[in-house]
Nanobody
Framework: QVQLVESGGGLVQAGGSLRLSCAAS????????INWFRQAPGKERVYVAA????????YYADSVKGRFTISRDNGKNTVYLQMNSLKPEDTAVYYC???????????????WGQGTQVTVSS
């Protein structure tokens, strides 16, 4: 079983930055591909970014490309989502989710965290 804990959310003004963290335990971290999703109030959950296991190939949704950066530190069992140039439409609960050995972003990863709230004020 894999446990995922997100942190780093909060309230920020438009144009500001936040860095989310996703700490994992329960399995060799380097074997996990990690995805970030977000869900805004009244909307469906959508994919944001992903980083694969092993070589750490990265993927981004078009809506965040050029503004968000996903990275991993296998020594700290943590994946980061650096979010710059934040917009009010980035407001959502952000979830990290893990899938072992995935080489592409996962639509329905096996393991999920509880989420962290990000609010961007205009």
């Amino acid at each position: 079983q894999v446990q995922l804990v997100e942190s780093g959310g909060g309230l920020v003004q438009a144009g500001g930055s936040l860095r989310l963290s996703c700490a994992a335990s329960g399995r060799t971290f380097s074997t996990l591909s990690i995805n970030w999703f977000r869900q805004a109030p009244g909307k469906e959950r959508v994919y944001v970014a992903a980083i694969t296991w092993g070589g750490g190939r990265t993927y981004y949704a078009d809506s965040v490309k050029g503004r968000f950066t996903i990275s991993r530190d296998n020594g700290k069992n943590t994946v980061y989502l650096q979010m710059n140039s934040l917009k009010p439409e980035d407001t959502a609960v952000y979830y990290c989710a893990a899938e072992p050995f995935a080489t592409m972003p996962s639509r329905e990863p096996r393991y999920w965290g509880q989420g962290t709230q990000v609010t961007v004020s205009s």
